[in-house]
C-alpha cells in the first residue's frame, strides 16, 4: 500500500505527475492549467485520496498567488492607472450588479430560496484573478489595452468580494447593522491608511533603498519576494485580499528603473509555484455532492460563459470601445473565482446553505474555469467567427478607440509602417525618422504608443492579429512595412492582409528562429530571426577586424 501521509512524499507524488500530466497536455495541445486541476483532482478527496490539501502545499500556493499580482502591479505604473481606471471601475462594478441581479432571478426561477439564490448569484459574479492573470501572462497580453482593462476590473471584483463577504458574515449576527457599518468603517479607514503610507514610502524610501540593493543582484530579489509577500500578508491582515496587496506593492515598484530586472527573474519561480495553486485547487473540490445537479449546473455555466461577457461587452460599448476590445476582456469573466467556491464553504459553514448548493457552485466553477481557459486561449479565431454578430455592443464612433491612425485620405503618404514599437521596433523607426522618412508605428501596448507620441513619432494603438486594424492603415501608399512581432501565426496573418490590401511595397518580418518562412516569404519580403541576424553580423565585424597577436 502506498503510503502519501508525509508532506515531502506528497510533494514530490504532485511534482512527478504535474510533469506527467503537463508532457501529456503540450503534446495534446491542452491548456497546462486544466491539466494541473485535473492532477488536484485525481489526487484528492474525490478520487484517489493520496494527497490532502495541507498547510504546506496551501502556503506554497499562497506565495505563487503573491508573485502572479506582483508582477503584474510591476508593469502598471501610475500613469496606467489614472488612464485606465474609470473603465476598470465602471466596467468591474457593473458587471457585477448586472450578474448578481440576473444571476438572483434565475436562482429563484429554478426553485432556490431568497438565502440560496443569494449566495448563488454572488458565486457567479466573481471571476478568478490568479487564472486570468497567468493565462494573459501566457499569451503575453498582460500590456495589452484589454490586458490591463481586465486586470483592473478583475482588482475591482476582488475589493468587492471582501465586501460581500462582510455582508453575508453580518447575515448571521443580530445587530447586522451595526456588524456591516463596523466592518465598513474599519476597511475604508485601513484602505486610506495603507494607501497614504505607500505612497509615503514610493516617494522617499522605496527610491535610494532599491538603489543600495540593487549593488546584490540576489539581494535585490529576496528584498521584491519580501515585498511582496509582506504587502499581502498586510493587506490580508487588514481585512482586504492577498491578492491586492502583492498587486499594490508590485504597482510601488513600477516606477523604479529595476522593474524589469525584478519581473524578468520571478517568472520562473511565479510559475513553478502556482503549480501548487491549480492542484490544490483542484484537490479541494469535493465532487461527492454534484449528484443531481448537473441540470442546474449547466444552466448557470452558460449564463457565466456567455452572460457575463455580453455584459462586459456591453458596458464597453457604451463607454466607446471597439467590440473586439470588449471581447478579449469580456473572456475574462466566463468563469467563476476560488473565491466563489470559498463564499460556498462560508455559507455551509454559518447555516445559509446546505451541501447540495455547494456541491452546485463547485461543479458550476469546475465547468467554467475549464472551459473558459479554451474560450481565452482561442480568443483570436473566436472573435473571427463571431464578430459579423458582435457589432451591436459597438458605437459608430468607438471614441476611446477611434482610428487615430493615418488613413489613405491624408496629404502626406507614410513611407514606413512598423508593427510592434518594443526595442526591435522602435530602433528601426529610429533608424528611418533619422533619414528624414514618415514613420507610422503600431502596438497594443497603450503605454508604448503614449510614449512614442511624445517622443513625436506617428504612432496608434492596434493588434496585429486584428483585420480591421488595416482598414485604417494607408497601406497601399508605405514604401516599406517592418514587422517585429516574432508570433510566426501572426506574421503569415500580416503578410496575407498586405496582399489583400493592395501592398506593393518591401516588408520585413522578424520570426523565431526554428520558424520556416515558406507562407510569407516573396521577393519583396525579407524574413530574418533577429538574434540570429545580430549574431551574424557581429560576427562578420569580428572578422573584417585585425586580430591581435596573444601576449
Known amino acids: 500500500m502506498l503510503d502519501f501521509s508525509d508532506v515531502f512524499s506528497q510533494t514530490a507524488l504532485i511534482l512527478f505527475l504535474a ?20 492532477v488536484g483532482i485525481l489526487l484528492g478527496p474525490s478520487s484517489l485520496g493520496w494527497v490532502q490539501a495541507n498547510d504546506q502545499i496551501d502556503l506554497l500556493a499562497k506565495l505563487g498567488i503573491s508573485l502572479l499580482l506582483f508582477i503584474v502591479g510591476l508593469k502598471l505604473d501610475l500613469h496606467i492607472i489614472k488612464t485606465l481606471g474609470q473603465v476598470a471601475l465602471a466596467t468591474g462594478i457593473g458587471q457585477v450588479v448586472f450578474t448578481s441581479l440576473f444571476g438572483y432571478l434565475i436562482a429563484l426561477a429554478l426553485g432556490f430560496d431568497s438565502i440560496e439564490s443569494l449566495y448563488i448569484a454572488v458565486a457567479l459574479t466573481f471571476s478568478s484573478t490568479i487564472i486570468i492573470v497567468k493565462l494573459l501572462s501566457d499569451k503575453r497580453e498582460v500590456d495589452s489595452l484589454h490586458g490591463r482593462i481586465a486586470v483592473g476590473f478583475l482588482i475591482v471584483q476582488d475589493l468587492l468580494v471582501i465586501l460581500a463577504m462582510i455582508v453575508l458574515n453580518s447575515l448571521n449576527t443580530e445587530d447586522a447593522d451595526f456588524s456591516i457599518g463596523e466592518s465598513l468603517s474599519h476597511i475604508a479607514l485601513s484602505g486610506t491608511l495603507f494607501i497614504l503610507g505607500i505612497g509615503v514610502l514610493m516617494r522617499y524610501v522605496l527610491p535610494p533603498l532599491l538603489e543600495s540593493l540593487a549593488q546584490s543582484r540576489e539581494l535585490l530579489m529576496v528584498f521584491a519576494i519580501a515585498w511582496a509577500v509582506s504587502l499581502s500578508a498586510l493587506d490580508h491582515w487588514l481585512g482586504f485580499s492577498k491578492e491586492v496587496g502583492a498587486f499594490i506593492a508590485g504597482v510601488s515598484l513600477a516606477s523604479t528603473p529595476y522593474r524589469e530586472v525584478i519581473g524578468a527573474k520571478l517568472v520562473g519561480l511565479r510559475d513553478f509555484l502556482l503549480l501548487f495553486f491549480f492542484v490544490d485547487l483542484g484537490a479541494t ?13 449547466a ?5 457565466v460563459l456567455i452572460g457575463n461577457p455580453l455584459i462586459v461587452m456591453a458596458i464597453m460599448g457604451l463607454m466607446g470601445y471597439r467590440s473586439r476590445t470588449g471581447f478579449m476582456a469580456g473572456l475574462t469573466v466566463a468563469q467563476i473565482s476560488e473565491f466563489s467556491l470559498i463564499l460556498a464553504a462560508l455559507g455551509v459553514s454559518l447555516g445559509h446553505i446546505g451541501m447540495p448548493v455547494q456541491g452546485l457552485i463547485t461543479l458550476v466553477g469546475l465547468v467554467t474555469i475549464s ?5 481565452i486561449l482561442y480568443a483570436q479565431p473566436l472573435y473571427a467567427y463571431l464578430a459579423q454578430w458582435l457589432g451591436v455592443f459597438e458605437r459608430a464612433r468607438p471614441r476611446r478607440e477611434s ?3 493615418l488613413t489613405e485620405q491624408d496629404d502626406e503618404a507614410v513611407d514606413l509602417i512598423v508593427i510592434g514599437l518594443g526595442r526591435f521596433g522602435r530602433t528601426v523607426a529610429d533608424r528611418f525618422i533619422a533619414e528624414g522618412y514618415r514613420v507610422l508605428g ?7 504608443v503614449r510614449k512614442a507620441r511624445t517622443q513625436g513619432i506617428d504612432a496608434c494603438y492596434g493588434d496585429a492579429s486584428d483585420e480591421a486594424l488595416f482598414a485604417s492603415l494607408p497601406i497601399a501608399r508605405a514604401r516599406w512595412f517592418v514587422s517585429a512581432v ?14 489583400a ?10 520570426v523565431q528562429g526554428h520558424y520556416r518562412p515558406e507562407k510569407i516569404a516573396s521577393a519583396d519580403t525579407i524574413v530574418f530571426a533577429p538574434y540570429e541576424f545580430a549574431a551574424r553580423h557581429a560576427a562578420e565585424k569580428l572578422l573584417a577586424m585585425e586580430p591581435k597577436e596573444p601576449q
Not at 285 to 297: K, P
Not at 371 to 375: I, K
Open 299 to 303: 444552466i448557470f455555466s452558460l449564463f
Open 403 to 405: 482610428a487615430t491612425c
Open 486 to 499: 516574432h508570433d510566426p501565426q501572426v506574421s503569415e496573418a500580416l503578410a496575407a492582409h498586405l496582399k
Open 501 to 510: 490590401f493592395g501592398f506593393a511595397g518591401q516588408a520585413a518580418f522578424a
Open 19 to 38: 510533469s506527467v500530466v503537463g508532457l501529456l497536455s503540450v503534446r495534446l495541445k491542452q491548456p497546462l492549467i486544466v491539466g494541473f486541476i485535473a
Open 285 to 297: 473540490l469535493d465532487l461527492s455532492t454534484v449528484a443531481g445537479q448537473l441540470g442546474d449546473a
Open 371 to 375: 472551459v473558459s481557459t479554451y474560450m
Open 442 to 448: 503600431i502596438d497594443f501596448d497603450p503605454e508604448r
